[in-house]
Nanobody, 117 residues
Framework: QVQLVESGGGLVQAGGSLRLSCAAS????????INWYRQAPGKRRELVAS???????NYADSVKGRFTISRDNAENTVHLQMNSLKPEDTAVYYC???????????WGQGTQVTVSS
């Protein structure tokens, strides 16, 4: 079992920055990819960024150049640095850990990000 806890959400003005964190209850990075999803009201869930067990990163086109995903192996934590935020980034952001090998995935409870114009 893996527990994920997100933090760092809040209210920020357009052009500002936030750093989200996803803390795992144990060391999982050797077997799990970590993904950040977001969902705004009335919109479909979107995969924002991911980092694989090997450290490869991927981003949605809408956030490339503005968001950076990274991990701190010692702290079992993944971060999403969000710069140059836009009102369109407003959503609930969810941390997800997924293992194809183990056929398991886990979700955090989400953290609200609101970007005002």
């Amino acid at each position: 079992q893996v527990q994920l806890v997100e933090s760092g959400g809040g209210l920020v003005q357009a052009g500002g920055s936030l750093r989200l964190s996803c803390a795992a209850s144990r060391n999982i990075f050797s077997l799990y990819a970590i993904n950040w999803y977001r969902q705004a009201p009335g919109k479909r869930r979107e995969l924002v960024a991911s980092i694989t067990s090997g450290g490869s990163t991927n981003y949605a086109d809408s956030v490339k150049g503005r968001f950076t995903i990274s991990r701190d192996n010692a702290e079992n934590t993944v971060h999403l640095q969000m710069n140059s935020l836009k009102p369109e980034d407003t959503a609930v952001y969810y941390c997800n850990a997924a293992s194809v090998l183990l056929h398991r995935d886990y979700w955090g409870q989400g953290t609200q990000v609101t970007v005002s114009s």
